[in-house]
């Protein structure tokens, strides 16, 4: 097939999308779809013509949609992940791989994402969300997290052990949204669960993999080569059940398609969800594609049956908007009847 990925993005996560981007595209090359590429800029401008401005050059960049069977868009965090670029390409009526423009935006939210996996019965760390115009107000009991409602890679996230550190943390998430959440620290073993939706819908959760790290998962850790991860995590049956069970529970909640990646707590009383990443880091080496390894899913695989599936997701969504039940066909014509008598 015909594949567009896209890559970058106008966010703090622009390095972590071009490494993805560039993963994915090579992959799909090596399972023989015709891939073209396309990088947005830090400042919004597509390099399908970067002397223009970010609109005229998201203009130059729309033969490129109109040419693909189906977009890759391997971008993460605000303006891309959150919904804007599926949206871009449900306009356009181009089949995209991963959620949907819906999906998208509530699991890039972690407040609301918290309200669906409530909703769902899954347990979440209490916390409250404040605006970033009352950082000065704001007085509690430390220790807490305190984290920018909406990005990702870990970003403007602090542990405050000290009352001291607490007006820092809060002007360090203000600095990637204008919403902060802050939540109880939970007590726990880190533990990653990705889900996918094949085509067909058949979802499925990867072994789970357990992050190991002495504080906070940082951004720093993330990317430093520093973390150490192991998949499958050493878990019981009924606790690989438990977690397996929450990340599709929590992927159907939300709506979500492609591949997604639900990060929780393993508690004594059971799985906290932490947060979801709707289109999680995608290199070989990142978590996601690891956990799919662990079930014997190649990395060039993976990327391949996410293209199938988001070229078959379109195709069941165009044909089920065309199924229109005889009774409603004939409800619309006695309307319509009516109608042209009034």
Known sequence: MRVLVIGGGRNSEHEVSLASAAAVS???????????????GRDGVWDAAPDASPAGSLAAAMPLLAWADVVFP?????????????A?????????????PRAGAIGMDKHATKLVA?????????????????????????????????????????????????????????????????????????????VIREAGGVRWAAPPLEIHAAGLFDTAMKYDGSARFTVPAALTAAETGMLSRAAVTMFDALGCAGVARMDFFL??????????????????????????????????????RLVRAAVSTTGELRSSSERVPASETRRGARAHAAGARR
């Open 26 to 40: 090579e992959a799909l090359r090596a399972t023989d779809h015709d891939v073209r590429t396309v990088t947005i």
């Open 74 to 86: 391997a971008v993460h965090g605000a303006l891309g992940e959150d919904g804007a670029l599926a």
């Open 88 to 100: 871009l390409c449900a306009l356009a009526d181009v089949p995209v791989v991963g959620s949907g």
């Open 118 to 194: 409530r909703d769902a019965g899954i347990a979440t760390a209490p916390g409250f969300v404040i605006s970033s115009s009352a950082i000065g107000d704001v007085e509690f009991e430390a220790p807490v997290v305190v984290k920018p409602v909406s990005a990702g890679s870990s970003y403007g996230v602090s542990l405050v052990r000290e009352p001291g550190e607490l007006l820092e943390a809060l002007r360090t998430a203000a600095r990637f949204d204008d919403r902060i959440l802050i939540e109880e620290v939970m007590q726990g073993r880190e533990i990653d669960v990705a």
């Open 267 to 304: 508690a004594d009383a059971g799985p906290v969800l932490n947060e979801v990443n709707t289109m999680p880091g995608l290199t070989a080496a990142s978590q996601a594609p690891r956990m799919f390894a662990a079930a014997g899913v190649s990395y060039p695989e993976l990327m391949d």
